[in-house]
């Protein structure tokens, strides 16, 4: 992992620290976001996993055609949930411009393979 990565990855971390109605009371507290940002972190993980799989298959002189596509669909079905989940974290602010997860969810559209 580089550094651009822990720089995303804190941005993301940051973006997603709210806080609710009562003073001092953070978002991770409640158990439904928690398994929500869990989910997300798993899908994450899993696509980074995927997507080294398939570059180590090249790595070994093999063709990665496979595991190539596998993780291209995989990573864009779960870029597209975890842009969800984060709309659904923020609520109505999710679909405000002034945030940042409302440009996230646009994007995520953009790698979803539709089934044919």
Known sequence: MNSRDRKEEKHCLQTLHLTSKKKYDCVFQHQAVAFM???MAIMVETSRLLTQRSAWEIDQGRRNTYFASIAKAYAGDAANKCATD???IH???GFNSDYPVEK???DAKIFQVSPV
């Open 86 to 88: 984060a709309v659904q």
């Open 91 to 93: 609520g109505g602010n």
């Open 104 to 106: 996230l969810m646009r």
């Open 37 to 39: 940002l869990a989910e």
